[in-house]
């Protein structure tokens, strides 16, 4: 844990130049992602656990809710991202960690709901989440489109995802971090994009 011998100043420092080190293709290619689902009408799926369960769960809402304008909102016709975190069903996570294995509680679910050419976004700081890597399994043999969000040494997930954006550091605190704030700049060029504003609108 960084935060135990570094300074505020220090660790702030620190965050800083990891993000430097951050692949600015791989950030592209996630937003590009998330704009073919919804130009697509396919589903965006979120898994994680923990602290990484709680940023799917966030992923999830930022993207349902923004990337429509607020005055929006309550037009039925506009066309909208179909996003999941499988995080979110405590019901069924229990029944299904409790009744089969807890390696099971996203893969279950997506029997349920995934199909050919639908998005799963994986988050695993260690790569090594057991349920995380048995959904990616059956997500890559049912022709969904995987996409890794990975810390430390990205451990299995980062071999087995078709594609990712990956962390390099031993810290967990930190790697969480700059997924949350690059997913902030995802949600951004996803709205972006719908809506032709910013370097996306007509004539820039």
Do not use: P
Not at 39 to 54: D, P, Y
């Amino acid at each position: 844990m960084l935060g135990i011998t570094l300074t505020a100043d220090a660790y702030l420092r620190r965050l800083n130049q990891e993000l430097d080190r951050v692949d600015r293709a791989a950030m592209e290619r996630w937003a590009q992602l998330i704009y073919r689902a919804w130009e697509n009408g396919k589903f965006v799926f979120l898994i994680g656990n923990g602290g990484s369960g709680l940023t799917a769960s966030h992923f999830c809402e930022d993207l349902g809710k923004g990337t429509i304008r607020d005055a929006e909102l309550r037009d039925e016709t506009k066309k909208r991202l179909k996003v999941l975190s499988l995080t979110d069903n405590a019901g069924w996570i229990m029944a299904v960690g409790n009744d089969l294995a807890y390696d099971q509680i996203f893969v279950q679910q997506l029997m349920n709901y995934g199909a050919a050419d639908d998005v799963l976004i994986a988050i695993s700081g260690s790569g090594n989440s057991r349920n995380v890597l048995c959904a990616v399994d059956w997500a890559n043999r049912h022709g969904l489109v995987t996409f890794g969000l990975t810390g430390y040494d990205g451990g299995r997930l980062k071999e087995t995802q078709q594609d990712g954006l990956h962390v390099d550091l031993h810290d967990m605190g930190m790697v969480e971090s700059v997924h949350m704030c690059l997913h902030h700049w995802v949600l951004n060029d996803v709205f972006a994009r719908i809506h032709g504003e910013g370097r996306y609108a007509a004539g820039t």
